[in-house]
């Protein structure tokens, strides 16, 4: 999804420097043609998630990840999200690889390189090339609710939680600066409403 308007009056990373990395593109998506396209596919998201017998998929098996620390980032999942590490190894010189389980047939393969240094890299939305972000789904609501408290706790979010209509979405930051995202679905969502980037949600704004 797209991350929300920049917000000064919230603690945690900044949204003019964070996912959008600029107030215009977000501007530009807010009302766009670009946007309505997402809000198009989000759509037809929810209505495909209704029928998946005519897949020949049922998810993502894994996406693979660059840390600059292995125990900091395992550690950072395992205490958010209470993730679990099923898989650790030496694969070859100067070479760390391991897998955290974050669903049930869902992980992260973790990659940690002597000398590599493309986690350090920090790049606005849209200027990260292929792959942009990951967004993780939350079981409920209330795991969802522990998992923005936790977040917020470290620091790595500003807790802002926006309402795109199906969904409810939270933007975080790990360690290596990688920025992800929370999903669930909403409960308080209308059928066919769809709401911009930057909607609050109402039920975390009291």
């Known amino acids: 999804m797209v991350r929300g308007e920049e917000r000064s009056d919230r603690p945690g990373p900044s949204r003019k420097s964070g996912l959008l990395g600029h ?5 530009d998506l807010a009302g ?3 946007a309505q396209r997402l809000f198009d596919g989000l759509l037809e998201a929810g209505r495909r998630s209704w029928n998946h017998g005519a897949m020949l998929l049922d998810g993502i098996n894994h996406v693979a990840v660059l840390t600059n620390d292995t125990d ?10 209470d993730a679990t ?3 650790d190894e030496s694969p070859g010189p100067g070479m760390r690889l391991s897998f955290i389980d974050v669903g049930p047939h869902t992980e992260l393969n973790v990659f940690q390189v002597t000398g590599n240094t ?9 200027g990260r090339g292929r792959l942009d972000h990951m967004g993780l789904h939350a079981v409920s609501v209330d795991a969802f609710d522990t998992i923005r408290q936790r977040l917020m706790a470290r620091g790595a979010t500003d807790g802002f939680v926006t309402d795109f209509g199906p969904i409810l979405s939270l933007f975080f930051v790990d360690p290596d600066g990688l920025e992800g995202e929370v999903c669930v679905a909403n409960p308080d969502r209308r059928p066919g409403v769809l709401n911009p980037p930057g909607t609050p949600a109402a039920r975390y704004t009291t």
Request: aromatic share 14%; net charge negative.
């Open 23 to 27: 107030e215009a593109v977000a501007d």
């Open 32 to 34: 766009s043609e670009v």
């Open 72 to 81: 900091r980032l395992h550690a950072f999942y395992r205490e958010v999200f």
């Open 85 to 87: 590490v099923s898989h």
């Open 118 to 126: 493309e986690a350090e890299h920090q790049t606005p939305m849209f």
